[in-house]
Nanobody, 122 residues
Framework: QVQLVESGGGLVQGGDSLTLSCSAS????????MSWFRQAPGKDREFVATISRTDGLTYYEDFVKGSFTISRDNAKNTVALQMNSLQPDDTAVYYCAASQRWSSQEVHYLYWGQGTQVTVSS
């Protein structure tokens, strides 16, 4: 059992940077592949990025490549999403999630945080 808590969201202007953090209040994330998803208003939740359990392998959805960076610190039980050059289209609720497999599909994720709102003004 893992309980995930996101933080770091907020209101920023276009072009700004923001770093989201996800911590495990219960359990350990080192056993899991960790990912970030997001859900924009009126849209389905979509995959953003994922990171492997220990070797740091990452994969990004095309729309964030070069702008977002996912990282993890298993010793601190945290996962981060560094977001640069934010645009209004990045406005969404961002969720971290844990899976026992390498996947970009929601159905494979066992544990989810409650989400953190990111709003980017133009």
């Amino acid at each position: 059992q893992v309980q995930l808590v996101e933080s770091g969201g907020g209101l920023v202007q276009g072009g700004d940077s923001l770093t989201l953090s996800c911590s495990a209040s219960e359990g350990t994330i080192s056993w899991y592949f960790m990912s970030w998803f997001r859900q924009a208003p009126g849209k389905d939740r979509e995959f953003v990025a994922t990171i492997s359990r220990t070797d740091g392998l990452t994969y990004y959805e095309d729309f964030v490549k070069g702008s977002f960076t996912i990282s993890r610190d298993n010793a601190k039980n945290t996962v981060a999403l560094q977001m640069n050059s934010l645009q209004p289209d990045d406005t969404a609720v961002y969720y971290c999630a844990a899976s026992q497999r390498w996947s970009s599909q929601e159905v494979h994720y066992l544990y989810w945080g409650q989400g953190t709102q990111v709003t980017v003004s133009s």
